[in-house]
């Protein structure tokens, strides 16, 4: 599999994209709002930053309160998100999503259970 | 920059390897210790996650404590570690280590301050 990209929970993205750019180099590959999350792909070589910043109550939003801003999830690629969670209930991972959904960008997207990963909250990402 | 790696602090590194191995495909790519810190760098196709599991006090067992296990930082590569804190100073940027230092696999590393990146905690890396 292949990083894709680490999604950070921001009250600010564009204000955070702006720092992104000054200091990594990001350029904003992408921008959309999915429903009242409003969320900036910021390129890197081989990847992205995904900023996200919520407008209204939901699981982005709850993260910033329980956590404050920082790093919410890792992002991985596969070719086959159907294989993958497959593979993810043969070794007893739990998933939050068990069938892949609409995610950003119109990529099919499923989330793990972090507590089957260390802690670690992974997307698997199918472009 | 290129995505590097995802930092995870663990309390079993080998037990978590275990789980990305089977999970992600992902292989022992480099062990070391750094100190009292156990350190596995797993392989992705374009980087790695890099397990710390401590065994004695330090960063990562204080993070382990008030966070609980889970993704500590995000690492990028740079070809020029200098120019890219230089880059940092130049925009405001608080820095943790204002000099690269010897880090993992005998990288030279330099973290920012997560105040001054929207709460995520970057490392810059050169190979």
Redesign the interface.
């Known amino acids: ?3 894709d990209h ?1 999604g ?3 009250e600010n993205a564009e204000s ?1 994209a702006f ?2 750019e ?5 350029e904003i590959a992408h921008e959309e709002w999915l429903g009242d999350l409003k969320v900036m792909f910021m390129s ?4 992205y930053f995904e ?1 996200l910043e919520p407008t209204a109550d939901g699981t982005i939003a709850a993260y910033l309160e329980n ?5 919410h ?2 992002a ?1 690629e596969t070719e086959d998100i159907d294989a993958a969670l497959e ?2 209930e043969n ?1 007893g ?1 739990e998933r939050i999503d068990e069938e892949p959904r609409d995610g950003a960008w119109g990529h099919d997207v499923a989330f ?1 259970h ?1 507590d ?7 997307e698997f990402v199918e472009h």
Do not use: K, Q, W, Y
Request: aromatic residues 8%; contains cysteine.
């Open positions: 599999m292949r990083f680490a950070v929970a921001t955070l720092r992104f000054d200091l990594f180099g990001c890197l070589e081989n990847g900023l956590h404050g801003p920082g790093i999830h890792v991985l593979t993810a070794v991972v793990l972090p089957s990963t260390g802690g670690v909250l992974v």
